[in-house]
C-alpha cells in the first residue's frame, strides 16, 4: 500500500515527506472526520515541531492526490479523512465525526434523469449525508 502511495506522489512530480507521510497516517488510523487542528496535534505526536501550515499544505496535496477527502460540516471547519476505496457515500455523524460508508448509490437513476432534462451529460458525484449516530442518539 504505501509502495503504491509512493508511486503516486512520484507521478506528479512530488515527494512523499516525512509530513506527508504523517499527515496520511494520522487519516490512516481514524476512522472518521478531523480538524485540521486535530490532524496537527497527531502529527506533532509522530512528527514533533511539523508545524500548522504544513500539515494544511500536506493536506491539500493529499486531497489534489485524491488520496484524502475535504468536507464542510456543519459548524463551518474544513475537516478531512481518508479517500474512501471505490464509490461510496459517507454518512458522517454531527457529534462523534464517526463515519459510515454507504456503497450502494441512490444517484445513478437520478444522474441519468438530470442529465435528459439539463443536457449536462453527469459524469460523477459527490454526496455525504449527516446526521446522529446511534450512540450520539441515546
Ligand atoms: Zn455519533
Ligand atoms: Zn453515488
New binding site residues.
Given amino acids: 500500500m504505501s509502495k503504491d502511495i509512493k508511486n503516486i506522489f512520484h507521478k506528479q512530480g512530488l515527494k512523499f515527506t516525512p509530513q506527508r507521510r504523517a499527515v496520511l497516517k494520522v487519516l490512516q488510523d481514524t476512522q472518521a472526520y478531523l480538524s485540521i487542528n486535530r490532524i496537527h496535534t497527531k502529527v506533532k505526536e509522530l512528527l514533533p515541531g511539523t508545524g500548522l501550515a504544513t500539515v494544511y499544505r500536506s493536506l491539500e496535496t493529499l486531497v489534489e492526490l485524491e488520496l484524502a477527502v475535504k468536507v464542510h460540516l456543519e459548524d463551518g471547519c474544513h475537516s478531512y479523512t481518508l479517500a474512501p476505496e471505490g464509490h461510496r457515500h459517507p454518512i458522517v ?6 463515519v459510515i460508508e454507504y456503497t450502494e448509490c441512490p444517484i445513478q437513476d437520478i444522474s441519468k434523469k438530470l442529465s435528459k432534462k439539463t443536457g449536462v451529460l453527469i459524469k460523477t458525484h459527490f454526496l455525504q449525508l449527516f446526521g ?6 441515546n
Fill in positions: 455523524c454531527t457529534d462523534c465525526s464517526r446522529k449516530c446511534e450512540e450520539c442518539r
